[in-house]
């Protein structure tokens, strides 16, 4: 295999020409776990971290100085800005040598964006093609992976919903004419959002011209066959991502999933399982010392579920991030990953029951086994 330096300067990353994640006070160009540098800004170019205001244009953001440093970073194959061991995908080309999922040639990428100098990546203003809406963190579960307490959904004649619905405004402005996918939500819960619920109760693919397919991330507790036979919006969800973190009823409502009902949970996923207007489903393991003894039953769980569905099935496992939610003690603990953690050796034995298997996707491939 070609040493990381030469693999890297093969391969161009299409998530900053392609992909953007509007947050409440920033804006991203890929997932901020992969690559943290935000590229929102205020009025006069200044990177912003305030709350978002009446003021906020995503497609300023999104041209900014901020996001063409990105992109000049994966043309020229150094990934600066990118963690090359939490993005799986980085993970996967520099430990495999294999070409991942929205990675292309860079020749190939130059023809087919039109990019050949670095005049074409300063003028570079095609809208994204794909949008995760994270601009509303209200949630109905309380998990210690995301968040320290439960986060409620704003009063309807508030400042802070007002702006949302601004935001959700300039995106429509901006974006709506170019975009096929948008995924709803990568920070909270759509149907506990009163913004996001709205929003695909009473969808309107006429905004959408080019719209392929909406992406809903979610707990999964909400989701049952009322509310989705309610949605004007679940004709076009062709992907749904669940969250699950746990393989077992007590991990899930004890360790992971704080306020989550498992029961519940399995019941959607067992009615979800039945409808054919679905392409993908996502069942997403984020793995730490609560569940890593799990994996092997997540696995189990989820592909009985979905035996007889006619979907593809996906099952993510991903490292425990920080999210500003532990302690940097309390972190290294979970996070049994680590090479030195006490049961880095069990982790790894775990990760063999998985790895390989049919529908696995994991961000393991850098560890020794």
């Keep these: 295999m070609d040493n990381k330096e030469e693999i890297l300067k093969k391969y161009v990353c299409e998530m900053p020409f392609m992909y953007s994640d509007v947050q409440w006070s920033s804006q991203f160009i890929c997932c901020p776990s992969w690559a943290p540098q935000s590229i929102r800004v205020d009025a006069n170019g200044n990177e912003s971290w305030f709350p978002v205001n009446e003021t906020d244009d995503v497609m300023r953001n999104w041209t900014s100085k901020q996001a063409q440093n990105i992109r000049k970073s994966v043309l020229d ?133 080019n719209l392929e397919q909406l992406q809903i991330i979610t707990n999964g507790n909400l ?14 969800i062709k992907t749904i991502e669940i969250s699950i973190d746990a393989g077992t009823k007590d991990t899930y409502e004890n360790k992971t999933r704080l306020n989550g009902n498992w029961d519940r949970l399995i019941t959607n996923l067992k009615f979800l399982s039945t409808q054919s207007t679905i392409n993908e489903f996502i069942c997403s393991m984020v793995v730490s010392k609560h569940n890593y003894k799990e994996m092997y039953m997540f696995y189990e769980t989820i592909t009985d579920i979905f035996k007889d569905s006619t979907f593809d099935l996906v099952i993510n496992y991903r490292q425990l991030v920080d999210w500003g939610t532990y302690s940097p003690d309390t972190l290294k603990e979970l996070q049994v990953f680590n090479e030195e953690h006490i049961f880095f050796n069990e982790f790894l034995e775990e990760v063999n029951k998985i790895d390989n298997k049919k529908f696995v996707n994991h961000n393991f491939h850098h560890l020794k086994k």
């Design 223 to 236: 989701l049952d066959e009322k509310l989705w036979n309610q949605m004007k919006a679940s004709p076009y």
């Design 77 to 209: 194959g150094t990934y600066k800005y990118c963690d090359h061991k939490i993005c799986p995908r980085l993970n996967e080309l520099i430990n495999t040598g294999r070409k991942p999922y929205l990675f292309r040639e860079i020749d190939e990428f130059r023809e087919v964006y039109n990019i050949h100098t670095e005049e074409d990546i300063l003028n570079y203003s095609t809208p994204p093609e794909e949008i995760l809406f994270g601009f509303d963190r209200s949630c109905n579960l309380r998990c210690p992976s995301c968040r320290v307490s439960l986060i409620p959904n704003d009063d309807l004649e508030s400042p802070q919903h007002k702006a949302k619905l601004h935001l959700l405004k300039s995106i429509e402005d901006n974006f709506a004419s170019n975009l096929k996918r948008i995924m709803v939500t990568g920070s909270g819960d759509p149907f506990y959002s009163k913004i996001y619920r709205d929003y695909l109760i009473n969808f309107d693919i006429e905004k959408y011209p």
